[in-house]
T-cell receptor, first 111, second 112 residues
Framework: GDSVTQMEGPVTLSEEAFLTINCTYTATGYPSLFWYVQYPGEGLQLLLKATKADDKGSNKGFEATYRKETTSFHLEKGSVQVSDSAVYFCALRDSSYKLIFGSGTRLLVRP | DGGITQSPKYLFRKEGQNVTLSCEQNLNHDAMYWYRQDPGQGLRLIYYSQIVNDFQKGDIAEGYSVSREKKESFPLTVTSAQKNPTAFYLC???????????FGSGTRLTVV
């Protein structure tokens, strides 16, 4: 079945460092791909999405490019802030519109 | 503002009790979902409903039940058959198309 694999955390960075969180997927066809962010004690918020190969999703300085050839959707940010500390989830939408999530990657940004 | 409201935010259950978690949306979304999140883990799908009066089991439906009598509401009952119910429960909704889900703020259930 379809699945999503994320790099394990926690990822600890200093403020203004470059961020990459790896995400790869296994799916039939070409699913839409998403990144969600979860702050402590809250639900998930959609961060960005891409719906076809080579699409780049972007929001709040975060970017991710849909790479069909490597089945990847890595999340990047050029300069992280303390306020970016959260758990990040990669997800794909399967053919019946269900979202399948990765296990999440905790990001901790130190001042 | 439109959104999803989950209540209560915190819920305590005694052994052998059934409890019901509420999920209400005013987004006019057709599809609604319940996920379970355990500490340090991803989200696992419990049940989902794509139209009123219809729902399907997800990956971990045992010990849970749902109903979808109204488009706006998708309550989840955690029954006494669920042996390890302590978790964070998230409700979500969406419409067909290239859209993500809108999530509620979650209910944290603890067995005491």
């Amino acid at each position: 079945g379809d699945s999503v694999t994320q790099m394990e955390g926690p990822v600890t960075l200093s403020e203004e460092a470059f961020l990459t969180i790896n995400c790869t997927y296994t799916a039939t066809g070409y699913p839409s791909l998403f990144w969600y962010v979860q702050y402590p004690g809250e639900g998930l918020q959609l961060l960005l999405k891409a719906t076809k190969a080579d699409d780049k999703g972007s929001n709040k300085g975060f970017e991710a490019t849909y790479r069909k050839e490597t089945t990847s959707f890595h999340l990047e940010k050029g300069s992280v802030q303390v306020s970016d500390s959260a758990v990040y989830f990669c997800a794909l939408r399967d053919s019946s519109y269900k979202l399948i999530f990765g296990s999440g990657t905790r990001l901790l940004v130190r001042p | 503002d439109g959104g999803i409201t989950q209540s209560p935010k915190y819920l305590f259950r005694k052994e052998g009790q059934n409890v019901t978690l509420s999920c209400e949306q005013n987004l006019n979304h057709d599809a609604m979902y319940w996920y379970r999140q355990d500490p340090g883990q991803g989200l696992r799908l419990i049940y989902y409903s794509q139209i009123v009066n219809d729902f399907q089991k997800g990956d971990i439906a045992e010990g849970y039940s749902v109903s979808r009598e109204k488009k706006e509401s998708f309550p989840l009952t955690v029954t006494s058959a669920q042996k390890n119910p302590t978790a964070f429960y998230l409700c979500a909704s969406t419409i067909p198309g290239d859209y993500g889900y809108t999530f509620g703020s979650g209910t944290r259930l603890t067995v005491v």
